[in-house]
């Protein structure tokens, strides 16, 4: 069990972001060699369930919705994919982290933009049911911008799951 002191004090956004960079192999692709979206999904949930966990501190965390994602450039065998990924918005239990992915030609040096995706996370408690999680602590006009924007993002995000929870 937290203390209350736990949630009172919140975390930055910086305080749990993270950047992680993957090889794309032949595993990871068609015959053809363009890479899977599933692949790079993959990689996405994943940094977004290790921001998720970094600001929730020993929860648990399962995904709730991953937003509509688009592929904007190919990616493909022997590119580097770089995946960041920041918490914008927290509420009581769940958080939306925004993960942007670039990939990079490793013979020139060369990077695009893939793709942006905003993943709600939740953090489940020993009980596996949603637990409070610590606030997050804006201290730029950048992180409270960030902030506002996902609590709108959040509030038709659950209006179209049918969720009235804001
Ligand atoms: C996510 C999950 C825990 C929510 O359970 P629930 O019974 O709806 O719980 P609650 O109503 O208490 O909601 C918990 C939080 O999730 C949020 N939430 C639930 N569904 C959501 C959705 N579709 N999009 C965004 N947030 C959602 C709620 O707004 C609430 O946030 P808050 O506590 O910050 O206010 C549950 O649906 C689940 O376990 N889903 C499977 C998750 C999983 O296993 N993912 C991996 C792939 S299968």
Redesign the pocket.
């Known amino acids: 069990m937290k203390s209350n002191n736990y949630f009172k004090k919140g975390k930055r956004p910086d305080e749990s972001q993270s950047e992680t960079t993957i090889i794309m192999l032949p595993s990871d692709a068609n015959p053809k060699g363009n890479v899977f979206g599933g692949t790079i999904l993959k990689h996405v949930?994943l940094i977004a369930n290790l921001v998720a966990n970094r600001h929730a501190t020993h929860a648990n965390t399962?995904?709730?919705?991953i937003d509509k994602m688009t592929f904007l450039k190919p990616v493909y065998i022997g590119n580097a994919l770089i995946l960041s990924a920041r918490l914008n918005y927290?509420?009581?239990?769940?958080?939306?982290v925004e993960v942007t992915v670039h990939a990079e030609d490793l013979d020139n040096g060369n990077r695009v933009l893939t793709g942006t995706a905003f993943v709600?996370v939740?953090?489940?408690g020993d009980e596996?049911?949603?637990t409070?999680?610590p606030p997050l602590n804006l201290d730029s006009d950048n992180d409270k911008r960030r902030f506002r924007e996902g609590e709108s993002r959040?509030i038709t995000?659950?209006k179209?799951?049918g969720?009235v929870?804001?």
Request: proline share 3%; glycine share 4%; no cysteine.
């Open positions: 949930d399962v995904t709730a919705s927290a509420k009581r239990s769940s958080m939306e709600t939740v953090a489940l596996g049911k949603p409070e999680i959040m995000r659950l179209d799951a969720r929870d804001i």
